[in-house]
C-alpha cells in the first residue's frame, strides 16, 4: 500500500473536450509529479509540484496545467483534448525537490480520448 | 538530445539469471533508478545507484558505470513473479526524472 491513490481509475473522453484528474499524495510528502504513460513506452514527465508550486516541466503543451492544494493533493488538467492524449497517467509522490528518494507512484488513471 | 535505451523484450527461464542492460546519454546525472511495473499497475521502486559499482539487494543487484553512460538490473534465482516490465530512468542536472521504454521480462517454466 503505497499511499497514493488516484481518481477516477479509466475515463472515455471525446476529442475536444477537458479532463481533470486527481491525486492523493502520500502522507508527509510535499512534493507530486505527474507522468504520461502510453501502452508500451516508459513514463514521461509532465510536471512538478513542491508545496504548491509548480518546480519542473517537461516538454508538454501548455494546455496541460496542474494544481497542488495546501493538503498536497494534486490535479492534472488537460484542455482541448487530442486523440494522442490516451494514455496512463500516473501521479507520484516524494519528500523535497530532488527526487534523489523513491517514488511513489499511484495506480493510474486511464484516460481514452475518442 | 536525452536518450536512455534499454532491450525491449527478454525472456528467462524460471530459477535462471538474467541481466538487463540499460545505457544512457542526458545533460547532467544525479543518479540511476530501476523500477519494476507489472502490467496494468504502477511501478514499485527496485534501486538507486548514484555511485559507481554493484549494490546488492536480496535476489535483485543494480550496477552503475558513469564513464561508459551505463547500467544493468541483476535478476536471480528468477520466479513467475518476476514477469514484468522493468524501467531504467536517469536523474538528470534539473533533477528530473528521464525514463527508458522499459524491457518487458517474461519467464518461461
Known amino acids: 500500500e503505497t499511499g497514493v491513490t488516484q481518481s477516477p481509475t479509466h475515463l472515455i473522453k471525446t476529442r475536444g473536450q477537458q479532463v481533470t484528474l486527481r491525486c492523493s499524495s502520500q502522507s508527509g510528502h510535499n512534493t507530486v509529479s505527474w507522468y504520461q504513460q502510453a501502452l508500451g513506452q516508459g513514463p514521461q514527465f509532465i510536471f512538478q509540484?513542491?508545496?504548491?508550486?509548480?518546480?519542473g516541466r517537461g516538454n508538454f503543451p501548455p494546455r496541460f496545467s496542474g494544481l497542488q492544494f495546501p493538503n498536497y493533493s494534486s490535479e492534472l488538467n488537460v484542455n482541448a483534448l487530442e486523440l494522442d492524449d490516451s494514455a496512463l497517467y500516473l501521479c507520484?509522490?516524494?519528500?523535497?525537490?530532488?527526487?534523489?528518494?523513491?517514488?511513489?507512484f499511484g495506480e493510474g488513471s486511464r484516460l481514452t480520448v475518442l | 538530445g536525452q536518450n536512455i535505451d534499454q532491450p525491449t523484450e527478454m525472456t528467462a527461464t524460471e530459477g535462471a539469471i538474467v541481466q538487463i542492460n540499460c545505457t544512457y546519454q542526458?545533460?547532467?546525472?544525479?543518479?540511476l533508478f530501476w523500477y519494476q511495473q507489472h502490467a496494468g499497475e504502477a511501478p514499485t521502486f527496485l534501486s538507486y545507484n548514484v555511485l559507481d559499482g554493484l549494490e546488492e539487494k536480496g535476489r535483485f543487484s543494480s550496477f552503475l558505470s558513469r564513464s561508459k553512460g551505463y547500467s544493468y538490473l541483476l535478476l536471480k534465482e528468477l520466479q513467475m513473479k518476476d514477469s514484468a516490465s522493468y524501467l531504467c530512468?536517469?536523474?538528470?542536472?534539473?533533477?528530473?526524472?528521464?525514463w527508458g521504454a522499459g524491457t518487458k521480462l517474461i519467464i518461461k517454466p
Open positions: 509540484y513542491y508545496r504548491e508550486e509548480e518546480n
Open positions: 507520484a509522490s516524494s519528500y523535497g525537490t530532488e527526487n534523489t528518494g523513491e517514488l511513489f
Open positions: 530512468a536517469v536523474l538528470d542536472s534539473n533533477y528530473q526524472l528521464i
Open positions: 542526458t545533460s547532467g546525472f544525479n543518479g
